[in-house]
Every structure is written in structure tokens, then in C-alpha cells.
């Protein structure tokens, strides 16, 4: 976007209307804890596709952008321990096969997904598809014993986990 069309887009914002002006009067008076606090419930607030526009929003206004900052590779001291290898601590558990109990399958991955039974059973039809995502290993093996033992197959895929991850719940 160029520097011309962000003058243009700034000239057109309306001004706020007058209950919006007295809400952020109000808000103002908050204390730094309370501003906090009701940041954090707005943006608990808002689906992904507004929080994401809301995001670029503020990065346009104040020409900042929000990606993670890149660290910087040094060079190792002689006699520095070898560099350590990532320990993987997020799997993602993938329904292979839902075998001759179609049903049982179902009903665990139901009981695992907290999906309907359309849901459920799209799912299991559709295989292979990952049931659960971003979970831990002891997670990952227990859903793999619950749909072995009803009947279908399981392959948990090794994942790693970031801080960007988001753990695996139903919305």
C-alpha cells in the first residue's frame, strides 16, 4: 500500500459517533488493569478472520507489522556443546483405517472429538484424516489404544509444538 492511499483511506475515517466518543471517555478513566482486563475480553470476544483484520488494522495505522522476530544466528564459542536437537512435544493422531466396526470407530472418535454423529462418521469415511492435532505423546496414546481397540487403525505423526501452537479443543 502506498504512502498516498494510506493518506487517503486515514482523510476518509468518519469521526466516532457520539455514544462511541462516551464509551471511550469512559474507558479512559479505567485504570491500567481494568484497560487490561477488558482488552483481553474484547479480543476473547472477536472469531479469527476479525481478529486477524483487526490485526492489520494497527499495523496500517501504525505502520508496524506483527511477524516474530527473527533471531539472530551466532557463531558458536570453541568448545561450545553441540547444539541440542528439538525435543517434539506435539502429535497429531491419524485415523488410517476404520476397519470392519465402522460403528465402534464412530462412536470413539465421537466420545474423542466431542463431534456429532455426521460429523463423526464424515470423518472416519473420509480416512486417512488426523482426529486430533497439537496433542501430548501420553494424549496421542491413548487415543491410538481407545480407536485400536474398537476396531480401526491409528498412525500418530510427530508435530512440533511452537509457541504459536494452538491446543487441540472444540470451539
Known sequence: ?????????????????????????????LDVTGRKALGLEIIKSLTVL??????????DEFGVTAAAPVAAVGVA?????????????????????????????IKEVRAITSLGLKEAKDLVEAA????????????????KKKITAAG?????????????SVPSTKY
Open 50 to 59: 476479525e481478529l486477524s483484520e483487526w490485526v492489520k488494522s494497527m499495523e
Open 152 to 164: 480401526g487403525s491409528v498412525e500418530i505423526k510427530e508435530g512440533l509444538r511452537t509457541k504459536y
Open 1 to 29: 500500500m502506498t504512502e498516498e492511499t494510506k493518506k487517503a483511506e486515514k482523510k476518509e475515517r468518519v469521526e466516532p459517533a457520539a455514544d462511541v466518543k462516551a464509551i471511550l471517555k469512559k474507558i479512559s478513566e
Open 128 to 143: 486417512p484424516k488426523p482426529i486430533k492435532e497439537n496433542v501430548t505423546k501420553e494424549e496421542a496414546e491413548e487415543i
Open 77 to 105: 564459542a570453541a568448545g561450545a556443546p553441540a547444539e541440542q536437537k528439538e525435543e517434539k512435544t506435539a502429535f497429531t493422531v491419524v485415523l488410517t483405517s476404520s476397519g470392519d466396526k465402522k460403528i465402534q470407530v
